[in-house]
């Protein structure tokens, strides 16, 4: 538990950076006209930003709740943070075969650059990490269940 703890923590900081850094490539892009940071892994979405922090926070809560010895607290906020993180990367591949598939109706066809970076996002790279947690969280979830029934 205490490496999945850290594991998370880990994630989660780095799901905060990269919602601040979405964060000022929008307020670089709506408010000031300029252009951002590293654009196309990160766009300026406030979305993606809100995403990235509350899934950041989450996983870092984790963290907060296993120094304090509150190990229930600490498996709800590793499952809610990976699964936010999850279906984050869900919705991006769901995007990605979105935009292929309606070229491919349409009849023009998308180069690979453009699927390459639809698929190398910070949330569908970060996503792909949280998938271990996920799987890991759920598991911890089932027995901590199974011992209190």
Sequence with gaps: MKSLTLYSCALGAVYEVFGVLSLCNWVLQALL?????????????????????????????????YTHRDHIRTQACMLVGSGLG???????????????????????IL????????????????GALLLPLLVASIRLVRASTAKAS
């Design 33 to 65: 006209g300029g252009t951002g940071l590293l654009e196309e892994m990160v766009p300026g979405d406030i979305g993606l930003a809100v995403v990235l922090l509350s899934v950041g926070l989450s996983l870092m809560a984790a963290a907060y709740y």
């Design 86 to 108: 999850a279906a984050a990367l869900l919705m991006q591949l769901l995007a990605t075969l979105a935009a292929y598939l309606d070229g491919f109706v349409v009849g023009e």
């Design 111 to 126: 180069a690979i650059h453009e699927v390459a970076t639809m698929l190398l996002r910070v949330d569908s790279l970060l």
